[in-house]
């Protein structure tokens, strides 16, 4: 197991985004604006509003990241549930009906990656899981229809901090 939490896992991946879009905001974009405004006339030009839109999508996505930045720094481990599902949860399910085992790491909702094994908490099985102990079934309305799951283990993203020291 990792010395890193799934929390310093998050900061690192929004931190390394911040900076290059940062970058891209500051260095690329500036230079590319300067070449497309030196084509002459800015109605008909294509590389100056491709960039202009470009900075307006790095700029949106910048203040949205410095949020979830400030929204993690909020997290309080000392105030989360030991022994039910929760936010960094390493959760294996069973699917009563189709007796398929899923096991998987409840994320943040900006960081969803199946095959990596990550489950948004804002998914429907992320919010069907919330708060599920071990031996609990839970209902999950899904798109294909509603499934039954059985939580069978589950590491709290506070044991895993625990078991790493």
């Not at 890193?4 to 985004?17: A, N, Q, T």
């Not at 509003?49 to 203040?63: P, S, T, Y």
Request: aromatic content about 4%; charged content about 25%.
């Amino acid at each position: 197991m990792s010395n890193r939490s799934m929390l310093d896992e998050i900061r690192i991946k929004i931190e390394g985004e911040i900076a290059n879009l940062s970058n891209e905001l500051t260095v690329d974009l500036p230079i590319r604006i300067k070449i497309a405004r030196e084509h002459g006339d800015l109605r008909e030009n294509a590389e100056f509003k491709a960039a202009k839109e470009r900075q307006g999508f790095v700029e949106a996505r910048l203040n949205h990241l410095t949020t979830r930045m400030t929204e993690l720094s909020k997290i309080d481990i000392t105030q989360m549930a030991y022994d039910r599902v929760g936010f960094g949860s390493q959760v294996t399910i069973t699917d009563i009906e189709m007796g398929e085992e899923f096991t998987f790491t409840i994320t943040a909702g900006d960081f969803i990656d199946l095959d990596a094994g990550q489950v948004s908490l804002a998914s429907p099985i992320g919010k069907g899981l919330l708060g599920g102990k071990p031996g609990q079934e839970v209902t999950v309305t899904l798109p294909m229809g509603v499934r039954r799951y059985r939580i069978m283990t589950l590491t709290t993203l506070p044991q895993q901090l625990e078991s790493a020291k």
